[in-house]
Protein backbone atom coordinates (compact mmCIF):
# COMPACT_ATOMS: atom_id res chain seq x y z
CA UNK A 1 0.00 0.00 0.00
CA UNK A 2 0.88 3.53 -0.02
CA UNK A 3 3.39 4.95 2.32
CA UNK A 4 5.35 8.12 3.24
CA UNK A 5 9.11 7.56 5.46
CA UNK A 6 9.91 11.53 6.81
CA UNK A 7 13.12 12.53 7.90
CA UNK A 8 13.42 12.07 11.71
CA UNK A 9 13.97 14.73 13.55
CA UNK A 10 14.06 17.08 15.98
CA UNK A 11 16.04 19.85 13.81
CA UNK A 12 16.87 22.70 15.42
CA UNK A 13 17.79 25.91 13.24
CA UNK A 14 18.98 29.34 13.80
CA UNK A 15 16.54 32.20 13.09
CA UNK A 16 16.74 32.86 8.85
CA UNK A 17 19.01 29.30 8.30
CA UNK A 18 17.76 27.04 5.01
CA UNK A 19 14.89 24.69 6.23
CA UNK A 20 14.87 20.91 3.99
CA UNK A 21 12.69 18.41 6.22
CA UNK A 22 12.66 15.07 3.72
CA UNK A 23 9.87 13.03 2.65
CA UNK A 24 9.68 10.05 0.36
CA UNK A 25 6.49 8.13 -0.36
CA UNK A 26 5.88 4.93 -1.86
CA UNK A 27 3.12 5.04 -3.86
CA UNK A 28 0.56 3.14 -6.73
CA UNK A 29 -0.34 5.77 -9.30
CA UNK A 30 -0.35 9.82 -8.30
CA UNK A 31 -2.01 10.87 -5.39
CA UNK A 32 -2.03 13.77 -3.89
CA UNK A 33 0.56 14.82 -1.63
CA UNK A 34 0.17 17.03 1.66
CA UNK A 35 2.39 18.79 3.89
CA UNK A 36 0.75 19.34 7.33
CA UNK A 37 1.85 21.16 10.47
CA UNK A 38 1.25 21.45 14.11
CA UNK A 39 1.71 24.20 16.52
CA UNK A 40 2.22 23.18 20.26
CA UNK A 41 -1.07 22.43 21.67
CA UNK A 42 -3.37 22.50 18.56
CA UNK A 43 -4.47 19.90 15.80
CA UNK A 44 -2.70 19.71 12.46
CA UNK A 45 -3.49 21.94 9.81
CA UNK A 46 -2.78 22.23 6.07
CA UNK A 47 0.33 23.78 5.03
CA UNK A 48 0.66 22.66 1.44
CA UNK A 49 -0.27 20.29 -0.73
CA UNK A 50 0.30 18.96 -4.28
CA UNK A 51 -1.92 17.01 -6.84
CA UNK A 52 0.10 15.73 -9.32
CA UNK A 53 3.89 14.94 -10.88
CA UNK A 54 5.78 17.85 -10.91
CA UNK A 55 3.37 20.24 -8.87
CA UNK A 56 4.62 22.84 -6.45
CA UNK A 57 2.94 23.48 -3.45
CA UNK A 58 3.56 26.75 -1.94
CA UNK A 59 2.70 28.55 1.55
CA UNK A 60 4.34 30.62 3.82
CA UNK A 61 6.95 30.53 2.17
CA UNK A 62 7.58 27.28 2.44
CA UNK A 63 7.39 25.20 -0.66
CA UNK A 64 7.62 21.05 -1.80
CA UNK A 65 7.79 19.66 -5.42
CA UNK A 66 5.91 16.37 -6.14
CA UNK A 67 8.52 14.87 -8.08
CA UNK A 68 7.75 11.22 -9.31
CA UNK A 69 11.94 10.82 -10.39
CA UNK A 70 12.82 10.53 -6.60
CA UNK A 71 9.40 10.19 -5.39
CA UNK A 72 9.96 13.00 -3.34
CA UNK A 73 8.11 15.90 -1.51
CA UNK A 74 10.95 17.46 0.54
CA UNK A 75 9.51 20.47 2.42
CA UNK A 76 11.86 23.78 1.95
CA UNK A 77 11.80 27.23 3.52
CA UNK A 78 14.57 29.46 2.76
CA UNK A 79 14.92 31.47 5.83
CA UNK A 80 12.85 30.31 9.09
CA UNK A 81 11.74 32.24 12.14
CA UNK A 82 10.92 31.29 15.53
CA UNK A 83 7.15 31.20 14.87
CA UNK A 84 7.74 28.29 12.21
CA UNK A 85 8.69 25.86 15.35
CA UNK A 86 6.24 23.24 15.35
CA UNK A 87 5.69 19.91 13.98
CA UNK A 88 5.79 18.91 10.31
CA UNK A 89 3.78 16.09 8.71
CA UNK A 90 4.11 14.42 5.61
CA UNK A 91 0.77 12.43 4.25
CA UNK A 92 -0.99 11.02 1.49
CA UNK A 93 -4.16 8.66 0.97
CA UNK A 94 -3.94 5.17 -0.06
CA UNK A 95 -5.57 2.88 -2.09
CA UNK A 96 -7.90 1.60 0.40
CA UNK A 97 -8.71 5.25 1.54
CA UNK A 98 -7.01 5.40 4.33
CA UNK A 99 -4.75 8.33 5.16
CA UNK A 100 -1.04 7.72 5.59
CA UNK A 101 0.79 9.66 7.78
CA UNK A 102 4.87 10.52 8.34
CA UNK A 103 6.07 10.37 11.82
CA UNK A 104 6.82 14.24 12.53
CA UNK A 105 9.45 16.26 12.14
CA UNK A 106 9.81 18.70 15.39
CA UNK A 107 11.17 22.15 14.34
CA UNK A 108 12.83 24.13 16.87
CA UNK A 109 13.92 27.63 15.62
CA UNK A 110 16.06 29.60 17.76
CA UNK A 111 16.44 33.46 17.90
CA UNK B 1 -16.71 29.08 10.46
CA UNK B 2 -15.78 25.84 9.22
CA UNK B 3 -14.97 23.66 12.52
CA UNK B 4 -14.25 19.89 13.59
CA UNK B 5 -15.39 20.24 16.97
CA UNK B 6 -14.30 17.37 19.27
CA UNK B 7 -15.37 16.43 23.10
CA UNK B 8 -14.23 16.31 25.79
CA UNK B 9 -10.69 17.84 25.31
CA UNK B 10 -9.25 16.20 28.06
CA UNK B 11 -10.19 12.75 30.33
CA UNK B 12 -9.06 10.81 32.90
CA UNK B 13 -10.74 7.65 33.20
CA UNK B 14 -10.67 4.16 34.44
CA UNK B 15 -9.67 0.93 33.14
CA UNK B 16 -12.93 -0.81 31.50
CA UNK B 17 -15.46 2.46 31.46
CA UNK B 18 -16.68 2.69 28.69
CA UNK B 19 -16.33 6.25 27.15
CA UNK B 20 -17.48 8.41 23.81
CA UNK B 21 -15.10 11.00 22.43
CA UNK B 22 -17.74 13.10 20.03
CA UNK B 23 -16.57 14.78 16.74
CA UNK B 24 -18.94 17.27 14.95
CA UNK B 25 -17.88 19.22 11.38
CA UNK B 26 -20.31 21.91 10.23
CA UNK B 27 -18.88 21.51 6.76
CA UNK B 28 -21.06 19.16 5.04
CA UNK B 29 -17.95 17.16 4.82
CA UNK B 30 -17.82 13.07 3.43
CA UNK B 31 -14.86 12.23 4.61
CA UNK B 32 -14.33 11.95 8.35
CA UNK B 33 -11.84 9.58 10.73
CA UNK B 34 -10.20 9.25 13.74
CA UNK B 35 -6.48 9.15 14.50
CA UNK B 36 -3.82 8.46 17.43
CA UNK B 37 -0.74 10.11 18.07
CA UNK B 38 1.64 8.77 19.96
CA UNK B 39 5.42 10.30 20.38
CA UNK B 40 8.10 8.37 17.82
CA UNK B 41 4.83 7.53 16.18
CA UNK B 42 3.17 9.82 14.39
CA UNK B 43 -0.29 10.29 13.49
CA UNK B 44 -2.41 6.32 13.18
CA UNK B 45 -5.52 6.47 11.79
CA UNK B 46 -8.06 4.46 13.76
CA UNK B 47 -11.41 4.29 11.73
CA UNK B 48 -12.44 6.52 8.70
CA UNK B 49 -15.87 6.81 7.00
CA UNK B 50 -16.35 7.75 3.72
CA UNK B 51 -20.40 8.35 4.13
CA UNK B 52 -22.96 8.28 6.30
CA UNK B 53 -23.15 4.38 7.60
CA UNK B 54 -19.74 3.12 6.18
CA UNK B 55 -16.75 2.95 8.33
CA UNK B 56 -13.90 1.12 7.77
CA UNK B 57 -10.92 0.11 9.80
CA UNK B 58 -7.25 2.08 9.79
CA UNK B 59 -4.37 1.03 10.78
CA UNK B 60 -5.23 0.64 14.49
CA UNK B 61 -8.44 -0.10 14.80
CA UNK B 62 -8.18 -2.91 17.93
CA UNK B 63 -10.39 -1.51 21.03
CA UNK B 64 -12.33 1.43 19.73
CA UNK B 65 -15.66 1.10 17.83
CA UNK B 66 -17.34 3.94 15.35
CA UNK B 67 -20.46 4.93 14.06
CA UNK B 68 -21.86 7.37 11.30
CA UNK B 69 -25.70 7.54 11.18
CA UNK B 70 -25.43 11.26 10.60
CA UNK B 71 -23.14 12.77 7.91
CA UNK B 72 -22.05 15.59 10.96
CA UNK B 73 -20.84 13.24 13.64
CA UNK B 74 -18.54 10.91 14.39
CA UNK B 75 -18.23 9.37 17.56
CA UNK B 76 -15.24 7.46 18.82
CA UNK B 77 -16.03 4.77 21.34
CA UNK B 78 -14.49 2.43 23.47
CA UNK B 79 -16.08 0.15 24.97
CA UNK B 80 -13.60 -0.87 27.76
CA UNK B 81 -10.70 1.11 27.90
CA UNK B 82 -7.17 0.12 28.80
CA UNK B 83 -4.40 2.14 29.73
CA UNK B 84 -2.31 1.08 26.11
CA UNK B 85 -5.31 3.42 24.92
CA UNK B 86 -3.76 6.78 26.93
CA UNK B 87 -3.42 9.02 23.55
CA UNK B 88 -3.76 12.55 22.12
CA UNK B 89 -6.81 11.34 19.64
CA UNK B 90 -7.72 13.50 16.78
CA UNK B 91 -10.69 13.85 14.70
CA UNK B 92 -10.78 15.11 11.13
CA UNK B 93 -12.69 15.69 8.10
CA UNK B 94 -12.25 16.33 4.16
CA UNK B 95 -14.63 16.15 1.37
CA UNK B 96 -13.01 13.29 -0.14
CA UNK B 97 -10.08 11.05 1.06
CA UNK B 98 -8.09 13.02 -1.85
CA UNK B 99 -8.67 16.63 -0.13
CA UNK B 100 -6.71 18.06 2.62
CA UNK B 101 -8.15 17.40 6.19
CA UNK B 102 -9.64 19.52 8.79
CA UNK B 103 -8.53 18.29 12.40
CA UNK B 104 -9.74 19.30 15.33
CA UNK B 105 -8.34 19.97 18.33
CA UNK B 106 -7.94 16.91 19.80
CA UNK B 107 -8.90 15.04 22.95
CA UNK B 108 -6.13 13.60 25.69
CA UNK B 109 -7.02 10.59 27.09
CA UNK B 110 -5.30 8.99 30.22
CA UNK B 111 -6.98 5.65 30.96
CA UNK B 112 -5.35 4.71 34.37
Given at each position: ???????????????????????????????????Y?????????????A???????????????????????????????????????C????????????????????? | E?????????????????????????????????????????L??????????????G????????????K?????????????????????????????????????????
Open positions: GNSVTQMEGPVTLSEEAFLTINCTYTATGYPSLFWVQYPGEGLQLLLKTKADDKGSNKGFEATYRKETTSFHLEKGSVQVSDSAVYFALPSRNNDMRFGAGTRLTVKP | AQVTQNPRYLITVTGKKLTVTCSQNMNHEYMSWYRQDPGLGRQIYYSMNVEVTDKDVPEGYKVSRKERNFPLILESPSPNQTSLYFCASSLTQHQPQHFGDGTRLSIL
